[in-house]
């Protein structure tokens, strides 16, 4: 069975720096595309950034320049590494991936780790 958990997130100044992880566990598929998604209190959930593999690399508008996203295929773990955070990117993250197996491809989430920037 396929499982998503993030880590990584916590309260840090503005200005300051978080590296979120996502560790995908299980066996017999390969990833697709994997994504980080988030959302803050009272908005709806937003791409923040997307690696497809093979593929082109997106961010939202709002975090290019700051946020880098990364994966390693081998240990099947994604990577946000976000800088000069800003109290806008307070909001709870979310990992995403479309798994391919047999042919077929599922989507999964992870449950969110807690991102606060204090200003």
């Known amino acids: 069975q396929v499982q998503l958990v993030e880590s990584g997130g916590g309260l840090v100044q503005a200005g300051g720096s978080l590296r979120l992880s996502c560790a995908v566990s299980g066996s017999g598929f390969s990833i697709d595309a994997i994504s980080w998604y988030r959302q803050a209190p009272g908005k709806q959930r937003e791409l923040v950034s997307s690696y497809t593999s093979g593929g082109p690399i997106i961010y939202a508008d709002s975090v290019k320049g700051r946020f880098t996203i990364s994966r390693d295929n081998a240990k099947k773990t994604a990577y946000l590494q976000m800088n000069s955070l800003k109290p806008e990117d307070t909001a709870v993250y979310y990992c995403?991936?479309?798994?391919?197996?047999?042919?077929?491809?599922?989507?999964?989430w992870g449950q969110g780790t807690q991102v606060t920037v204090s200003s």
């Open positions: 995403n991936a479309d798994c391919v197996e047999r042919g077929m491809t599922t989507n999964y």
